[in-house]
């Protein structure tokens, strides 16, 4: 049974970088031809894919984040980590990772993670 868990901090400073890392069990990042995906889910909003790394490591990002958001991974840990940069509290939100390539397809998910922004 694949598990996937968030971990990082929990409060970041506005104008700082965001970074979580997703360890997962049960189940290899390399594996041909799983996706990994980061999705949030601000407050009394609906949730919003982030981006994803696959098993050969390439990425894509969703395009209202792209410009500051960086997936990559550890083999070697069997980990996958989030940086958001330039933070602002409009990226307030519970944080997950989750094993698919959309939401729609998710088919394990992290318990998620609150990270807030503020000073």
């Known amino acids: 049974q694949v598990q996937l868990q968030e971990s990082g901090p929990g409060l970041v400073k506005p104008s700082q970088t965001l970074s979580l890392t997703c360890t997962v069990s049960g189940g290899s990042i390399t594996t041909n031809y799983f996706s990994w995906s980061w999705i949030r889910q601000p407050p009394g909003k609906g949730p919003e894919w982030m981006g994803v790394?696959?098993?050969?490591?390439?990425?894509y990002y969703s395009p209202s984040l792209k410009s500051r958001i960086y997936i990559s991974r550890d083999t070697s840990k069997n980990q996958f980590s989030l940086q958001l940069s330039s933070v602002t509290p409009e990226d307030t939100a519970v944080y997950y990772c989750?094993?698919?390539?959309?939401?729609?397809?998710?088919?394990?998910w992290g318990q998620g993670t609150q990270v807030t922004v503020s000073s």
């Open positions: 790394i696959a098993y050969d490591g390439s990425t």
């Open positions: 989750a094993r698919g390539d959309n939401i729609a397809t998710i088919e394990y």
